[in-house]
């Protein structure tokens, strides 16, 4: 005996949606590296596609059925290949991937050499409708930064802080998760580190000190960085500092569509 | 002694910045309605202004002198005012100020009248880098859905859920906040009540069976409702559903610029 | 017609319950203050009572008609009363009552006297299953700390950073709210502002560089302020840096029960 | 040339501290299971020692150094090493260890056989301060639950969501983590599943308005079953339902000493 197919009904209403779909859906996965064996995350997914608008609804199972198949190391082709899967399996014109997780790189401290993890939000989004490429990378990279300001008007000290330095590009080619995060982790007074013994500390307390930069030299910084890169269409960079001053944060953002 | 002033530096980098100014800043707020007292409520705020290439840095002090300056309710002309207001503190040409906070309605039990609270996430963003209109409302609305499908298929119950509508609109002429909520939540299977009798549970348990939705149903009726308004410039819907036979989510989502 | 009340049935598995209730219920609140009207803030509230082994249910609206009826500015008498309503409504012996929200003070720049907001979570619990006292107030408290160690083997600079010390109480006689955040303040390296003008943030930055505490040393430092403090049964002092130099926290927990 | 150890320095301040170390640290984990290959996972940890009153602050740096040194798949008795590590290289008499992770279990949808993973929150705890027993485990199991009374009183129809269920164990013999969530996810009125056809979808939305539970049942029937697990000094039951008809969430707690 057949079961109803709801989803399957004519639609009057005349309004085509341009996601239907799954989200906040949690999977294993593994991310792809350039030099390493890909590395275990915890993904969070939305999977979507566009609905013309005849149709009343899609056929939200095999979006995990499509995720189940997949079972790729993540990286932008393999991201692209599931959106292509989506697209067939769900008979759509267009379709959409993102998938967050934590990324893990073993940092060496600056003298003691000591190593120990420091952990990077990243998400993979590929969507049909963005017009430039559709294909983008978002990091999130923790840096300490000083204040130029405060260095300047006190005779001893300078307030700092930890900052979240977020990254996302497109285009057609597009620099490797950990050319990404080296070249943002430069724009901040400091980089952070794990393990850090006295000497460490007092490496790291210096250079930061030797090197303030607003939150606005932070995004000009990394700006730079990512206008020397060939093959982007867009980059976004937006610093936010979580001020040791103030119980708000600061924040820069620049942005540029080629 | 005049103190340096690090900010007003000449860069060099040739790097304009779309935004540069505070976040998280929480702060009371009232907010204005069409026919009650101003109701109070706590304002999560970002203020910036756009920064030209040539200037080192923004005076980030100066955001939070002009929120308290302000000390308005809460409204769309309120707000642009505020973003006036900085451009002209900040020495401008594009401002953005926005401003998140709970939003409440006392609201009756559908049979026994029964009076209590339900909360709204409301958000409003003025953005001079929007083309079509720089004002723009959002509000989070929470429903009940009843699928569509699990009615059809089964010979007794039927999965329902409660879902987040989110709703934002820009434009000429925006309907107020209680309009956009009350047009939103017409859009799912039932309303949700906080104080709710037998009798209520039971009028509501029998409403959300005969009036089913999936997430594409319930962005459809919400966006035919938003299509009837006049003076919109652009409008989006988001209908997100807390599956109750899944751990993930179900979401559907239209946009349209006019 | 009577609806039938499965909540009443009898319950033959013998377990008691130590809480059946609502929770991540938001309401409309005013909070008590010791010299100014009460300030209106949004509550986050838990209500509970307990329930015995031979019931199978609570009647939970009747936790939505309590918060309704009640209606008074939060405080430590007040939330006792509604604690005393919950046992009746509901005929058990044990209530439990639970809000928090988002209590403003405006603070003034301590050069420049400048004005503005600094926000703190507060939360009043009261618990007829605590021994020692039913009623605790919990703050946390944004501060700056500045690293004694980096301070000591830099030659210049200092790490330092934002942290919240959370503080809670119990006992016969509890300070206000202001009392409370003013010690707990008063422990960390430097007091944030919202509003800081280019004199006010040398100050702070010094003041921070001549005071510098480890989390070890705010924790001890508030708790010495608290154990002056007559007719406490209870305290409990944690303190949490979101370190400058780390992408992890350091953390101190103090708690005495008298 | 000899850094100044600040940490070292003797306190005079008579106030012993029961945990100083880090926290919210991310670090690649695997986890132990009974019949596979341990599972890959993201941990979120923190670390933590008693501290003596007569000293100034422990070394933060040795956490790290232990975890990093530690690397074993996670499992009670290698949180219960890792905690021994701690005491030892940190020279005090008690540890704390937690990690935080998701786990994932592949399911099988009941009808289809289809396979997709569900996701559960889990904590391991050791803390030498508990005086039952030191080590616990905690699960957040996701249900679906029917509302008894929706059912009872409705004509058609019964408002069903979906609830947290969260188990807390402690003891000389814990169960398995995959013998906690099967006995947990057996307390709910059906289990949840990510990949459902139709016919799945028709069985799970039977089989939960043929079993309905209120919060107080779910936490009544998983105590049932922890009850008859040997070896237990503790358990906390706790239901959290994310009410399909409310904005807010109904909840029930049991929790037990041996």
Redesign the interface.
Known sequence: MA?????SEK?R?G??????????????VTVATATQAP????GTW?L?VE?PAEE???H??RF??AL?AWAQPISGEAITALAGDLRQRLYSQRAYAQVRF?Y?RLKKAPVSG??????YEVTYTYDDRVTDHPLSVRVVV?V?T?????????????????GHVTVEVRGQSLPSLDELITLTEAGGS?E????????D??A???Q???NPA????V??QV??ALEKLPGLSFYVVEA?N??????????????RTF
Chains 1, 2, 3, 4 share one sequence.
């Not at 309004?15 to 294993?28: D, E, I, M, N, Q």
């Not at 607003?214 to 030299?217: A, L, T």
Request: proline share 5%; net charge neutral.
């Open positions: 079961l109803p197919d709801t989803q639609d209403r309004l085509a949606l341009s996601r239907v779909g799954v989200t906040a859906l949690r999977w294993p590395k275990p995350s915890v939305s979507a609905l009343r609804g899609t939200m199972s995990i059925e189940q934590t893990f000591r190593e120990g993890y420091i952990d923790p300490a000083l204040c130029p300001c405060s260095k300047s008007i006190s005779e001893r000290g300078a307030h700092n802080q930890r400091a952070l580190f794990s393990a850090l013994k006295r000497e500390e007092k790291v307390t210096e930061a000190y030797d607003f939150v606005e030299d995004v000009r700006s730079l936010e979580f001020e040791s001053i103030h119980n708000h944060n600061a924040f820069a953002r620049r942005e």
